[in-house]
């Protein structure tokens, strides 16, 4: 056990529709993390979040938003879902920034029909 | 900017020999981390072994050793004693500043299916 919770673990929706995933990192984590992984393909960094703030951006399409609110806990919105939306999205948390690993949560499986 | 290479995007190993899976980097700055991360069928990502690049001593966990070269930009994950649950994709990491725009780069490799052959 990673000590980072991510909510729901599967989800299956339709195209058009707007879904919210929850992270919770690991206590005392300033640092969030969120990560996209296809199937059989790598993990695409979308945008990290430190102590409440922004700190980087990936490839995050502008369909999608996150947040990370003043408990540390995190959320990730994707609207307007597309087939190609289906993937395994992680929440990754470490202490601080620049140093030591980071901790995957055990990611939430979105499938859009 | 930096980027992380793996070369091999699949391997097998026999039952109880030792594999080697290799990564190299790119990178301008002299302090990171760099990361072996496994990801078996449950599709859960593990940590294996971690390296600081200021330390001169290669890191082991157990079975796990790696081979850390600086100069060369080389960091690669040696499998002693390969066991059936060894099977998995390996991802190789880089976590470092960007002096230039303070990012937290955290770069994953594209990773390296190994297979463990009974």
């Known amino acids: 056990d990673s000590g980072v919770t991510q909510t729901p673990k599967h989800l299956i929706t339709a195209t058009g529709q707007r879904v919210t995933l929850r992270c919770s990192p690991r206590?005392?984590?300033?640092?969030v993390y969120w990560y996209q992984q296809s199937l059989d393909q790598g993990l695409q960094f979308l945008i990290q979040?430190?102590?409440?703030?922004?700190?980087a951006k990936g490839n995050i399409l502008e369909r999608f938003s996150a947040q990370q609110f003043p408990d540390l806990h995190s959320e990730l919105n994707l609207s307007s879902l597309e087939l190609g939306d289906s993937a395994l999205y992680f929440c990754a948390s470490s202490v601080g920034l620049y140093t030591g690993e980071l901790f995957f949560g055990e990611g939430s499986r979105l499938t859009v029909l | 900017a930096q980027t992380v290479t793996q070369s091999q995007p699949e391997m097998s190993v026999q039952e109880a020999e030792t594999v080697t899976l290799s990564c190299t980097y790119d990178t301008s700055e002299s302090d990171y981390y760099l990361f072996w991360y496994k990801q078996p069928p449950s599709r859960q990502m593990i940590l294996v072994i971690r390296?600081?690049?200021?330390?001169?001593q290669n890191a082991t966990e157990n079975r796990f050793s790696v081979n850390f070269q600086k100069a060369a930009k080389s960091f690669s994950l040696k499998i002693s004693d390969s066991q059936l649950g060894d099977a998995a994709m390996y991802f190789c990491a880089y976590r470092g500043p960007s002096m230039k725009t303070s990012y937290d780069k955290v770069i994953f490799g594209p990773g390296t299916s190994l297979s463990v052959i009974p």
């Open positions: 390296q600081e690049a200021y330390k001169q």
């Open positions: 206590s005392g984590d300033l640092s």
């Open positions: 979040y430190y102590n409440g703030e922004e700190r």
